[in-house]
């Protein structure tokens, strides 16, 4: 494998469970060489490139890659604030027990996580103070987790106002700012990864009472009369703001050109089938090496 020596400010992009395909891309940019010396991300960017920074990244994929759809609905805490419907406080304390929180003015690379201000409608970069509650502030997905008070601030999802965050990285010294969008053009052709193995039936019949539950709260949310419309509140809202945040990243990488752009088709999977990491991963492999290639012809 041909190697390089080019250091690259690294931006990773909002979108999701679709974010695990970071982990394949920063997996093959180290194998190809390419020194990482910033990252700057939004969402489940943010959470991805903070763990990478904090050196802990393979932790991380090893945890999440065990994980089935049940074991991730057990890491979602009911809130009956109004404001949301989980509090987003069990992961981010499961996370921040597994990695360990640390200094985000500590950590060996430069460091930003890009959340939004909901009161004064705009971007915030989190470039010091504790990591996971940057982290948490930049993944406040809207209805979905509540929003993050950060020093008196109430901020939400970075992806929101900057899905592909290039700003934070432009005064960088580095050879090259390789960015990877989740929100690239559909892709229709079949994947040839292996389907995920069936569940034992013992633990099949404990999730489906689960997803039951869960198609429960859709319900009551969505009112029992409104028969002319299946889809659940969780997926009119994710994908009304994947429309948004797909159509800000266009205009983002339109005003900030990377000198490499890595773009995931973003129908690979939904924003909340973290099930699926192991496959994602894969994905994220297979298109930066794809991408890599073609940039060195």
């Known amino acids: 494998m041909k190697k390089t020596h080019k250091t690259v400010s690294l931006v990773l992009g909002s979108g999701g469970a679709r974010g695990l395909a970071h982990i394949g891309v920063i ?14 991300g939004s969402s489940m960017g943010a959470l ?24 991730v609905l057990k890491l979602l805490d009911l809130s009956f604030s109004g404001t949301a419907i ?30 939004t201000d909901l009161d004064e409608s705009k971007e915030v ?12 502030a930049s993944i406040a997905f809207p209805t979905v987790f509540s929003a993050f008070n950060y020093h008196g601030r109430h901020l939400v999802d970075g992806g929101l106002l900057n899905p592909v965050p290039i700003a934070p990285t432009l005064r960088d010294m580095t050879d090259l700012t390789i960015a990877v969008s989740l929100s690239g053009k559909v892709d229709n052709t079949p994947s040839q990864l292996e389907a995920p193995a069936p569940e034992p039936e013992p633990r099949n019949r404990y999730h489906r009472k689960i997803i039951d539950f869960i198609d429960g709260l859709q319900d009551m ?70 991408v890599l290639a073609a940039h060195d012809h």
């Open 48 to 71: 991805i490139g903070g763990i990478y920074a904090a050196g802990k990244l393979d932790i991380y994929a090893k945890w999440v890659s065990a994980l089935d759809r049940l074991d």
């Open 125 to 136: 970069w989190l470039s010091s103070g504790s990591l996971f509650s940057a982290i948490r």
């Open 221 to 290: 949310f969505n009112g029992e009369d409104e028969e002319e419309d299946e889809t659940g509140i969780f997926d009119v809202v994710s994908k009304s703001l994947d429309a948004m945040q797909s159509t800000i990243a266009n205009f983002k990488l339109a005003a900030y050109t990377p000198d490499i752009l890595i773009e995931l088709p973003k129908n690979i999977c939904t924003i909340y089938e973290f099930e699926r990491a192991k496959e994602l991963i894969e994905i994220g492999r297979r298109k930066a090496e794809e």
């Open 86 to 115: 989980f509090k987003g406080e069990r992961i981010i304390n499961t996370l921040r027990e597994l990695i360990g929180d640390r200094n985000i003015e500590d950590l060996p690379l430069s460091f930003t996580a890009v959340a």
């Open 27 to 40: 997996r093959v940019l180290e194998e190809q060489g390419y020194e990482i010396r910033s990252i700057s």
